[in-house]
Each structure stands twice: as structure tokens, then as C-alpha cells.
């Protein structure tokens, strides 16, 4: 059993190592959107998936590990043990880092959350304000419906059909 908690100790270990980079990389996201800095927004979010992908392998290998674990303690349990039950069963002092790992993973998933809905506010915000450019560059190119001098709709100017910008 002790060989178990000591892996899900390590595997909780480095979920909160890659929790830590993914929230480093969104905080860079946010400001590269702040800068409107196109090509580091897209590495970012490149390697915020990476990261993401990593936390997925490693969360599954961790729920694996739980159910060994409930097996262990409970093998007739329906339903894989929680943290605060499994600590119940580990020695002292590994009991003590599996919770302080815990409450510290759990910490850095609500930040990363939190972190997470202001990069996505942000990028709301930048869409609808490129939208609103295009909206207007798209009424400024097709002259709009204006009156000319003699009380007439002015005829429209030369229609847009797309649009490229670069950084």
C-alpha cells in the first residue's frame, strides 16, 4: 500500500508542477492579448494545450492510482475513496504531504479557472472590438445609404470583398 500513496504522492506532485506552468502560460496569454501581440498569443495557447493534454495523462494515471487504492482499503466500494479518506490509511507524515499537496492542486485549479475566464473575457473583448472594425470598414467601403447633392441615394463605392491586415 505505502508503494501506491508514495506513486500518487509523485503523480500529485507533478499535476501541481503542470498546474503551475499552465497558469503561468494563460497569465502570459491574458497580457499578450493586453498587447495585442498575435504571435505570442498563439504560443501560448500552443503550449497551454500541450500542458493541457500532459494534466490529462497524468489525471488519468491518478484515478487509476485511487481506485487501486479504494480496492485496497475497500474492495467492495462503489465508488473510488476521497483524498481526506485515503490520508486516513497513509503513515503520518505521508498523510501530512498528501493534504498539503492536495489543498495546494486544488488552490491552483481554482486559479487556473479563475485566470482562465478573464483570458477568455479578454479575448471576448478583442473579437467584438475587431468585429466592430470590420462592421465599420465593411459601411465605410460600401458608401452606405447616403443622399447626394440633388436629393438622390448616392451610388455605392467600390464594394469590399475581403480584408487582410497584418501586425
Known amino acids: 500500500?505505502?508503494?501506491?500513496?508514495?506513486?500518487?504522492?509523485?503523480?500529485?506532485?507533478?499535476?501541481?508542477?503542470?498546474?503551475?506552468?499552465?497558469?503561468?502560460?494563460?497569465?502570459?496569454?491574458?497580457?499578450?492579448?493586453?498587447?495585442?501581440?498575435?504571435?505570442?498569443?498563439?504560443?501560448?495557447?500552443?503550449?497551454?494545450n500541450e500542458s493541457i493534454q500532459r494534466i490529462g495523462a497524468l489525471e488519468k494515471r491518478r484515478q487509476v492510482l485511487v481506485g487501486q487504492i479504494t480496492s485496497l482499503i475497500d474492495p467492495k466500494a462503489t465508488q473510488p475513496m476521497r483524498m481526506a479518506e485515503i490520508v486516513k490509511h497513509a503513515a503520518p507524515k505521508r498523510a501530512d504531504r498528501l493534504k498539503v499537496i492536495h489543498?495546494?492542486?486544488?488552490?491552483?485549479?481554482?486559479?487556473?479557472?479563475?485566470?482562465?475566464?478573464?483570458?477568455?473575457?479578454?479575448?471576448?473583448?478583442?473579437?467584438?472590438?475587431?468585429?466592430?472594425?470590420?462592421?465599420?470598414?465593411?459601411?465605410?467601403?460600401?458608401?452606405?445609404?447616403?443622399?447626394?447633392?440633388?436629393?438622390?441615394m448616392a451610388g455605392p463605392n467600390a464594394m469590399m470583398s475581403s480584408f487582410s491586415m497584418t501586425g
Do not use: W
Not at 481554482?110 to 473575457?121: L, M, P, T, Y
Open 1 to 48: 500500500m505505502d508503494k501506491v500513496l508514495a506513486e500518487l504522492e509523485e503523480l500529485m506532485r507533478r499535476l501541481r508542477e503542470e498546474h503551475e506552468q499552465l497558469l503561468d502560460l494563460i497569465r502570459r496569454k491574458t497580457e499578450a492579448l493586453r498587447m495585442a501581440t498575435p504571435a505570442l498569443v498563439a504560443d501560448c495557447c500552443e503550449r497551454e
Open 103 to 152: 489543498a495546494e492542486l486544488r488552490s491552483l485549479v481554482d486559479q487556473v479557472r479563475h485566470d482562465s475566464a478573464i483570458a477568455r473575457i479578454a479575448t471576448q473583448g478583442l473579437l467584438q472590438h475587431m468585429q466592430g472594425i470590420m462592421q465599420n470598414m465593411k459601411q465605410l467601403f460600401a458608401g452606405g445609404n447616403t443622399y447626394g447633392k440633388r436629393g438622390v
